[in-house]
Protein backbone atom coordinates (compact mmCIF):
# COMPACT_ATOMS: atom_id res chain seq x y z
CA UNK A 1 0.00 0.00 0.00
CA UNK A 2 1.41 3.62 -0.72
CA UNK A 3 1.47 5.98 1.88
CA UNK A 4 2.18 9.60 1.67
CA UNK A 5 3.40 12.10 3.86
CA UNK A 6 1.07 15.32 5.06
CA UNK A 7 2.32 18.51 7.30
CA UNK A 8 -0.56 19.26 9.84
CA UNK A 9 -0.09 22.53 12.21
CA UNK A 10 0.60 21.39 15.52
CA UNK A 11 -2.72 21.91 17.23
CA UNK A 12 -4.48 19.95 14.38
CA UNK A 13 -2.26 17.31 15.29
CA UNK A 14 -3.13 17.37 19.23
CA UNK A 15 -6.86 17.10 18.15
CA UNK A 16 -6.46 14.55 16.12
CA UNK A 17 -4.08 12.73 19.05
CA UNK A 18 -7.04 13.11 21.31
CA UNK A 19 -9.59 11.88 18.95
CA UNK A 20 -7.19 8.28 18.21
CA UNK A 21 -8.67 5.21 20.43
CA UNK A 22 -6.24 3.28 22.07
CA UNK A 23 -6.18 0.78 19.39
CA UNK A 24 -5.66 3.21 15.96
CA UNK A 25 -3.54 4.73 13.94
CA UNK A 26 -3.83 8.04 12.97
CA UNK A 27 -4.80 6.49 9.53
CA UNK A 28 -7.46 4.53 11.27
CA UNK A 29 -8.66 7.99 12.96
CA UNK A 30 -9.02 10.13 9.78
CA UNK A 31 -11.04 6.91 8.30
CA UNK A 32 -13.45 6.97 11.30
CA UNK A 33 -13.65 10.86 10.55
CA UNK A 34 -13.89 10.79 7.16
CA UNK A 35 -16.59 7.83 7.63
CA UNK A 36 -19.26 9.90 9.48
CA UNK A 37 -19.08 12.66 6.18
CA UNK A 38 -20.34 10.30 3.65
CA UNK A 39 -22.96 10.78 1.51
CA UNK A 40 -26.76 10.58 3.17
CA UNK A 41 -28.82 11.19 -0.39
CA UNK A 42 -29.95 7.36 -0.06
CA UNK A 43 -31.71 8.52 2.94
CA UNK A 44 -33.24 11.70 1.33
CA UNK A 45 -37.27 11.05 2.43
CA UNK A 46 -36.76 8.45 4.35
CA UNK A 47 -38.33 10.66 7.95
CA UNK A 48 -41.85 12.62 7.83
CA UNK A 49 -40.91 16.48 7.75
CA UNK A 50 -41.75 16.78 11.40
CA UNK A 51 -39.64 13.56 12.36
CA UNK A 52 -36.80 14.93 10.28
CA UNK A 53 -37.11 18.67 12.09
CA UNK A 54 -36.66 17.03 15.30
CA UNK A 55 -33.60 14.72 14.30
CA UNK A 56 -32.47 18.22 12.86
CA UNK A 57 -32.84 19.61 15.77
CA UNK A 58 -30.77 17.54 18.45
CA UNK A 59 -28.08 17.15 15.89
CA UNK A 60 -27.80 20.90 16.38
CA UNK A 61 -28.61 21.23 19.73
CA UNK A 62 -25.56 18.25 19.96
CA UNK A 63 -23.21 20.79 17.85
CA UNK A 64 -23.88 23.65 20.29
CA UNK A 65 -22.90 21.49 23.14
CA UNK A 66 -20.18 19.92 21.61
CA UNK A 67 -19.02 23.33 20.98
CA UNK A 68 -19.21 24.68 24.22
CA UNK A 69 -17.20 21.43 25.58
CA UNK A 70 -14.69 22.38 23.25
CA UNK A 71 -14.32 25.92 24.22
CA UNK A 72 -14.50 24.99 28.00
CA UNK A 73 -11.47 22.70 27.30
CA UNK A 74 -9.73 25.51 25.22
CA UNK A 75 -10.27 24.37 21.76
CA UNK A 76 -10.84 26.63 19.44
CA UNK A 77 -11.99 25.79 16.06
Known amino acids: MASKTIMIQDDTYQKL ?8 SFNDVIQRLIYKF ?3 DPYYGLLA ?5 LVE ?3 EKARKENDIA ?6 SS
Do not use: F, V
Open 38 to 40: QNL
Open 57 to 59: DAI
Open 49 to 53: DHDGD
Open 17 to 24: AELKKESE
Open 70 to 75: DLSRGD
